[in-house]
């Protein structure tokens, strides 16, 4: 005899997630930098070009942009030496699926391109991750 009521059918179960969302892994055209912003540093720039062109920016609101301008601001702080400001810019692109980990929390991920993996020769080298992600870790992991 088994305790509690009988176990809900797959079709009906609460754990189902339908909001998740599916991104292509290609690239997106972004948006350029605003120069009004006054970043001063490389690192910041290409901060900015990275989430500019991010899957994840293919789906971004005006809400969502207006909060890349802030974080690349923090970013170009960050990079003029002003480390305590790791953790807020960590915090930050959490909030937009920055890794791994991030995304299956979000319930987002990325849509495999199969034409990308065709062309892709055998023995070519995955990516790196960017010089900000690299010294953020480094720096949290301190």
Request: glycine letters at 8%; a negative charge.
């Amino acid at each position: 005899m088994t305790r509690g009521p009988k176990p809900k059918d797959n079709a009906v179960r609460r754990n189902k997630h339908e909001h998740a969302q599916i991104l292509s892994s290609s690239t997106t055209e972004g948006r350029a930098l605003p120069p009004g912003l006054g970043i001063k540093t490389a690192g910041a720039r290409r901060f900015w070009q990275t989430w500019a062109t991010s899957p994840q920016a293919g789906n971004w609101a005006e809400t969502d942009w207006a909060e890349l301008e802030i974080t690349v601001k923090l970013v170009d702080a960050f990079y003029q030496g002003d480390v305590k400001l790791a953790g807020e810019i960590r915090q930050r692109v959490a909030k937009w699926g920055a890794t791994t980990e991030d995304r299956a929390r979000l319930r987002m991920s990325l849509e495999d391109n199969e034409d990308q993996d065709q062309d892709d020769e055998p023995g070519t080298p995955a990516p790196t991750t960017s010089d900000l992600d690299e010294e953020l870790f480094r720096l949290l992991s301190d």
